[in-house]
């Protein structure tokens, strides 16, 4: 069965410092999404994605954080001056389309740990 | 705003007997989806099964089926003939058109043990 794919399973990264996220969603899928997961807490929207643009953020999703589809095949999250609050689980999910009957996919999750 | 709430961080079942899992949910639209997700210790997580709020049966899948109540925005999971692998986290999550339009919203999860 397909998955999604997320790279690195593990990022350790020195606060300020820029960090990307590597997602690839489903090949037949058009619509993606970030979640992340702090320790503890609730698994958080951050972001979607169709069409090569972001469909909806959260409160969460500012202007440090960025989403871009490259290359067709890879989605990346990138955070760019990492804060020690941005340690988490991050997980990118994918879907065929956005109804909702259309289950959401997820990937395995990437551990960001910022020092 | 929709909220989703797991008020059992953990459960715990004996191998071969029954589990409900609870979860409660806030929200003004009519129309959503309910889910439960899996993340076993591998991290991946899994759609178990998924309810569509203007169904009044209750969706079953094999050993997992919920107990849909509408009235009183409740969505509890029961896994009968628990096995092993069913440990895991379990989440709950809301969707709609709506507020959430689209995007999951997810509880806090509540960590299933199963004892042999």
């Known amino acids: 069965e397909p998955e999604v794919t997320q790279t690195p399973s593990h990022q350790v990264t020195q606060m300020g410092q820029e960090v990307i996220l590597r997602c690839v969603p489903i090949?037949?899928?058009?619509?993606f999404y970030w979640y992340r997961q702090i320790l503890g807490q609730k698994v958080e929207f951050l972001v979607s994605f169709y069409n090569n643009e972001i469909s909806e953020k959260s409160e969460i999703f500012d202007d440090q954080f960025s989403v871009e589809r490259p290359d067709g095949s890879n989605f990346t999250l990138k955070i760019r001056s990492t804060k020690l609050e941005d340690s988490a689980m991050y997980f990118c999910?994918?879907?065929?389309?956005?109804?909702?009957?259309?289950?959401?996919?997820f990937g395995d999750g990437t551990r960001l740990s910022i020092l | 705003a929709q909220t989703v709430t797991q008020s059992q961080p953990e459960m715990s079942v004996q191998e071969a007997e029954t589990v409900t899992l609870s979860c409660t949910y806030d929200t003004s639209e009519s129309d959503y989806y309910l889910f439960w997700y899996k993340q076993p210790p591998s991290r991946q997580m899994i759609l178990v099964i998924r309810q569509e709020a203007y169904k009044q049966q209750n969706a079953t899948e094999n050993r997992f089926s919920v107990n849909f109540q509408k009235a009183a925005k409740s969505f509890s999971l029961k896994i009968s003939d628990s096995q092993l692998g069913d440990a895991a986290m379990y989440f709950c999550?809301?969707?709609?058109?709506?507020?959430?339009?689209?995007?999951?919203?997810f509880g806090k999860g509540t960590k299933l043990s199963v004892k042999p």
């Open positions: 999910a994918s879907s065929v389309d956005s109804h909702s009957n259309q289950p959401q996919h």
């Open positions: 090949s037949n899928h058009l619509y």
């Open positions: 999550a809301y969707t709609d058109y709506g507020g959430s339009q689209g995007n999951l919203i």
